[in-house]
């Protein structure tokens, strides 16, 4: 019957109190009827504590006090008796085994406490900051525990140590960084952590549009550009204002998808990805050129003219208007340019004029007609490539000078008048020291030729 309850007890859990015996009772029962040693025996058999108490005076037994016993020890009233004393032996199971002195409140506990929480991690926490708690389940109703913060940012508000079962409640600061981070809470042995998520980051996106071009520059942060659109990223709150800037030639027309808008500025708040258009129109361009015009001899010239417009993004072309002007660079442009022409030789007695269009912009060549006595340039700078056409541009007291070298042709002199046909002369036909060979055939079939310095083959 006694193993029977003894087991009983085990399985409840709780700890054994035997009962009251006298002052020697650890050794000898002497006031009691119970057999104590019968009972003690079996409890060290079976691995279960017990306690045994006994009161005394004068080394009388039978003295007797009110105490109450319960799973978390034994209380004594503080008015007990002055005079008597008492003794309370532990087990070895209780880890004590020792006679103890006089006390009010005696407990006794397991030799080791389990703890469990109720989660081991806590609901992600917002980057602003919020609070939390957990639960504390302990085996014993006197098992003891503390809890303790590992992080700066994570703070206890409750439950920083407590006995039995309990809750552990914290705070967490606010997260100014765009990373989330971890921390832990140590309870009762336990790890407990704590995630908070980071400040959230939100894209601006800036597109430059229309004719024009310019620049966006932000208050804060930096727009990392690819062609015409740009990005940054900023953290959620951030309150960014956007400054565009028309380039030369262009003006600013306005924005959208703005919060607010002054001029050439542009707030947003980014709470969200935002996307924001600038717009910049181009001005119409003005062009002048220099000169506006150009007179040239009847043996034809090079020349240039200049173009100046209002803006560097101005664009242009160069034509001309006339077979016998030719435009041999700057045929287009943007900003600033050069058009360099040629002008062919008149082989005409009028004069004549013909014109180079250039960015709405009129240049006019005037050259010169042919007359009698002029001089006519072969080879070289001169006007002419071949001898008779330089023949056929002359006129009766015509010179036809010709730089030295060989000329492969057939040429035909067949018009009534008197000329001079030289040659010989260096590439600027300031002197006629050498002389032009002609490989083919001169004929003269009409009017007079004067020959010099010319070699027929």
């Known amino acids: ?62 003295q007797n006090m009110n105490i109450t016993i319960n799973a978390d020890g034994i209380s004594v009233p503080t008015d007990a008796n002055p005079g008597f004393g008492y003794n309370v032996l532990f087990s070895t199971a209780y880890g004590i085994n020792t006679a103890l002195p006089a006390t009010t409140k005696i407990t006794f506990n397991s030799s080791s406490c389990s703890y ?24 014993a109703s006197s098992c003891t525990w503390t809890a303790t ?37 140590t309870i009762a042995g336990q790890t407990y952590t704590v995630t908070q998520s980071g400040v959230p980051q939100y894209v601006l996106s800036v597109t430059e549009s229309g004719t024009g071009s310019g620049t966006v520059a932000a208050s804060t942060g930096t727009i990392t550009w690819s062609g015409n659109t740009g990005t940054a990223s900023y953290s959620s709150g951030t309150n960014v204002t956007l400054t565009a800037t028309p380039a030369s030639g262009s003006t600013f027309t ?6 607010s808008m002054n001029g050439n500025t542009c707030t947003v708040s980014m709470t969200y990805a935002r996307s924001l258009i600038a717009t910049f129109t181009a001005a119409a361009c003005t062009y002048s050129i220099s000169p506006t015009s150009q007179s040239v001899s009847y043996s034809g010239a090079t020349g240039s003219l200049t173009l100046t417009p209002s803006s560097g993004t101005c664009m242009w072309t160069a ?4 077979s ?33 269009s250039t960015a709405g912009q009129t240049f006019t060549v005037t ?8 001089t006519i340039q072969v080879g070289g700078a001169g006007a002419y490539s071949t001898i008779e056409s330089g023949y056929n541009a002359a006129g009766t007291g015509s010179t036809i000078e010709v730089q030295s070298g060989t000329y492969i042709e057939n040429d ?9 046909l030289i040659g010989g002369y260096d590439s600027s036909f300031s002197t006629n020291s050498s002389n032009t060979v002609i490989k083919g055939t001169l004929t003269i079939s009409n009017g007079t030729v004067t020959v010099g310095n010319i070699i027929i083959q």
């Not at 650890?26 to 079976?46: K, M």
């Not at 929480?117 to 957990?134: E, F, N, P, Q, R």
């Open 254 to 259: 306005g924005w959208a998808g703005c919060d």
């Open 324 to 356: 016998w002007i030719t435009i041999t660079s700057g045929s287009s442009g943007t900003g600033s340019g050069t058009v360099g022409y040629t002008v062919a030789g008149n082989t005409s007695s009028s004069a004549r004029t013909g014109t180079i």
């Open 367 to 374: 050259q010169a007609g042919l007359t009698s006595g002029s």
């Open 412 to 420: 035909n002199f067949n018009s009534n008048m008197s000329v001079a």
């Open 149 to 185: 913060s590992n992080a700066s940012w994570v703070n206890i508000t409750s439950g920083s140590s407590g006995t039995g079962s309990g809750t552990v409640s914290y705070s967490v600061s606010a997260n100014t960084s765009s990373s989330a981070r971890t921390g832990t809470i």
């Open 116 to 139: 469990t929480l109720s989660s081991s991690s806590g609901t992600l926490i917002s980057s602003s900051g919020g609070t939390g708690s957990v639960g504390v389940t302990a085996s």
């Open 319 to 322: 034509s001309s208007n006339a």
């Open 1 to 62: 019957a006694v193993n029977s309850i003894l087991n009983n007890i085990k399985s409840s859990g709780l700890p054994i109190v035997l009962g009251e015996a006298s002052s020697d009772a650890w050794t000898t029962i002497q006031c009691d009827p119970i057999d104590y040693a019968n009972l003690l025996g079996t409890a060290n058999t079976n691995s279960i504590g017990y306690l045994i108490w006994a009161w005394y005076q004068d080394g009388q037994c039978g």
